[in-house]
Every structure is written in C-alpha cells, then in structure tokens.
C-alpha cells in the first residue's frame, strides 16, 4: 500500500462541506442506465468504463457514502477507494481532470437529469485540498490571483498594447477620434477580455473596437483588471474564484458603469453571470452581458449596418458548452451570423446538445492530458469536415485554441475566427453609409 497521504476524518471533512443535499441526492438518485456513455465524448472515442459519466459519479458516491453515511461507514471494510494512497490520488484527478471538461452534456442525457459537472466541480475543490490540482492549471489560477490576470500581462505592457490598437483603429477607419478608452469613469459599458487576446489574438480585440466605433458606443476598458476568465472555478476553489469574479464587478462598480460586457469566453460569462451572484448571497450588483447579447442588439435595432456579402464562404459555429448549454447565450450567435456572412451552415448537433471540443474545463493547461484532449476532440474534428465549412467561429477563445489545434491535427483546413471578427468584417462604416446614399 502507498503511504497514506490524508487522513480519512479529514476526506470525510470535505466531502461534507461540498456535497450539498443537491449533489449526495445526485450520487443516491444514479440508476447506472448508461445513457451518459453515449453522450460523452471522451467515452465515444476511447470506449474506456472510467470515462462513462455515471461510472465517475459512482465512484465519487463509493467514496462518500463509506466515509460519510454512518451505516455505511460502520458496515464498510477498508478499500483501495478509501485508502488516501498517492494512487487514490492520482485515480480521482484522472477522472476528475482527465476524463470530464465540466461540459454538461451528459446532464441532457441522464434519464433523470443528473448533472455530473456539479460533482466533478465540488470532487475538483476536494482533490485541490489535497493538493491533486494539475500543475498547469493551478499555475494558470495562481497567475490570475498574484497579477489580476492569468497570463501575468503587467499593467504598463496592457497600455501599451491598447494604446498601439488605438492607433491600429484610427488608421482602419480614418478618424483620429476613434479610441480604445481606459479607465473613464461614467461610461454605459465595462468592457473586459480574454488575455489571450492582447498576448496573441490583437485582431479580435481590434474588432470589438471597430465594431464599437461604428455602434457610436459609450464604453471603457480597465487598465487594472480586464481578465474575463476564471480558472479558479476549474479547479474548483470557490475562494479564489469569488475574488477573480469580484475583480470584475467591483471594477465596474468602481467606474461607475451601467453594465459589464464580457469578451468571447464560454466559462468567464457562466461564472461571471451565473455564479458571482452565488458568491454575493444572491445579488447581481451589476448588469452582466455577454458581448453577443450587445452585438446582436446592435444590429437588430439598426444601429450597425453589415453587409454579408463581405464574408464569402461557407461559415459553420462550434456552440462553446459553458456559453450555451450551461450559459443560456444560444440563439444570439445564430442571428449574428446569419446576417453577416454569405452561407451559414449548422453543425449536427447543435445548440444545448453540441459535443464539446475538449478544450473546456481547464483541459488546455494541463499538458498530463493533452494527447487524451486531442483524441477526445475527434467527435468535433469530424462534425466540422461533415459541414464543408472554410470557416469556423465559435465565441470562446478556450475554443479557438483547441479548434487551432484540432484543425492541425485532423487536417481539417479550415480557418477559425470570433464571431465579432466576422461581424467586424462585414460593417458598412458610417462614412461608407454616407458615401452610398449619395451615389444613390
């Protein structure tokens, strides 16, 4: 036997505090049917037991229920499941990490309506405890904690790049009054990113702004805390996700904005408006949108105009799972793109039962399982060649990063964009608007 890394009181201790009556109904309510295995798409491209949704469920059920439910625990002989080994350890942050990206989809399937996602999030919290957070994900959470973002961009190099974007701007569209603000104080929207977009992806932090511009947009950056993304809610550390999602509203509040609009980000937008108010007993200080809700109303009020024909070739949308099946964002995206470019096709599935690409639920950062990630994304690689798609726009730069890599991998050869970019490409500018109604 390994040596004992925890001692059972102690297990026994957190599986209390983060299993509410909810979650341990979940774990006495599973009928073991094995609908969940055809649903998830690390068990449709491996065919492994351990990676059928209910089997993980069960196995976080055997764990509570002999360390916690008193007949059980009394009656119960010892185990390898409740013996806190270096390979428990590594057992339960395989399936907890390594076989789930929090996605939900196998909640749609459950006959019953289970949700293991809420288990692999609280059993993440528990395996953090212990110290079983995967090095590059807990590095990820542990920049955004000590810098305010997770790629550790300083202050003075975020300046920088907004103010070099800026000037990006005024050349794009020919305006030297065209501008990317920082810290105004008043303005309607708090605008905030990925980091990855100033650190790799300019081009979609340019289009957002081209696209605000042209709206005639009242808004503002921060130039201390613009980080949309939470990974701390992957890891399951609800602490440290409470202070990145306060870094946010309390910005927002502080600048005295009426609403705070987030970048394309699957889970920074389902964290940001569906658990801060969780975090601060129940109350949404602040009105929270995702940047499509704001894009959408854009162009269906008339105040952009696009031109769809600026966007030749077949455009398909990968639905990202916190964004839509968990988030509620479904049907902005479609609307979007069905007025901005020239041919827009569905994959099957779609909307709420789309399959994950397997870039959520921190899978990214955690190298241990990057080949598993790749080999999972293959239910994806082969609904976007289904399609004959040339582009592909999905709103969650979790997404583009592992679209890229699928694309690569699977020779796919196709090109991924943000749907803002999409939309950025297709705006008719107000001096072009001019421009044509006097040729008229």
């Given amino acids: 036997m390994g040596q004992e890394i925890a001692q059972k009181s102690d297990l026994a201790r957190m599986l209390r505090e983060r299993l509410d009556c909810e979650l341990t109904a979940y774990l006495d309510a599973c009928v073991r049917c094995g609908l969940c295995a055809k649903s998830c798409h690390y068990y449709l491209t491996d065919g492994e037991p351990e990676s059928i949704p209910g089997y993980k469920l069960n196995r976080v059920g055997g764990l509570y229920r002999r360390l916690v439910r008193l007949p059980d625990r009394v009656l119960s002989r010892d185990s390898s499941e409740t013996r806190l080994t270096d390979e428990f350890l590594k057992a339960m942050v395989d399936v907890a990490f390594g076989r789930c990206n929090m996605c939900g989809r196998c909640g749609f399937h459950c006959s019953i309506g ?3 996602s809420k288990v692999t999030h609280r059993i993440r919290g528990v395996l953090g405890e ?4 995967p090095e590059g994900l807990d590095s990820t959470v542990q920049a955004a904690v000590e810098t305010g973002n997770n790629m550790r961009i300083t202050r003075n190099e975020w300046v920088d790049t907004v103010k070099w974007l800026e000037e990006e701007l005024r050349a794009e569209v020919s305006d030297e009054k065209a501008s990317m603000p920082l810290d105004v104080h008043g303005a309607r929207i708090l605008y905030a990113v990925n980091p990855r977009e100033p650190k790799f992806f300019p081009l979609s ?3 957002v702004a081209k696209v605000f511009y042209a709206a005639g947009e009242d808004w503002t950056m921060s130039s201390e805390f613009f980080d949309v993304t939470n990974y701390a809610y992957y890891s399951g550390d609800d602490v440290q996700a409470e202070m990145l999602a306060k870094n946010l509203t309390s910005e927002a509040e502080r600048l005295g904005v009426s609403a705070l609009v987030l970048s ?7 964290s940001a408006r569906w658990h801060v108010p969780r975090y601060a007993d129940g109350k949404q200080r602040i009105q929270v949108l995702s940047i499509l809700e704001l894009l ?12 769809p024909s600026a966007n030749k070739g077949r455009v398909t949308l990968h639905d990202p799972c916190h964004l839509v099946r968990k988030g509620g964002i479904i ?3 479609r609307n979007i793109l069905k007025n901005v470019v020239s041919d827009f096709v569905e994959m099957t599935p779609n909307r709420e039962r789309n399959f994950c690409c397997s870039g959520g639920g921190g899978s990214l950062s955690m190298k241990v399982f990057a080949n598993r990630r790749i080999s999972s994304g293959k239910l994806k ?9 040339e582009i592909v726009a999905t709103p969650c730069h979790n997404c583009i990063d592992q679209l890229l890599e699928l694309d690569k991998h699977y020779k796919l050869g196709v090109k991924i964009l943000t749907v803002t970019e999409l939309v950025a ?3 008719v500018l107000p001096a072009e608007c001019d421009s044509e109604e006097e040729r008229l």
């Fill in 425 to 427: 490409d297709a705006l």
């Fill in 205 to 207: 932090l340019s289009a």
């Fill in 381 to 389: 690689a082969e609904q976007i060649r289904r399609t004959e798609a």
């Fill in 264 to 270: 394309e980000c699957g889970h920074g937008y389902y």
């Fill in 331 to 333: 049907e902005e995206q």
């Fill in 296 to 307: 959408w109303d854009y162009i269906r009020t008339g105040r952009i105009k696009v031109d």
């Fill in 130 to 133: 212990l110290g079983g957070v």
């Fill in 114 to 116: 289970l949700d293991v």
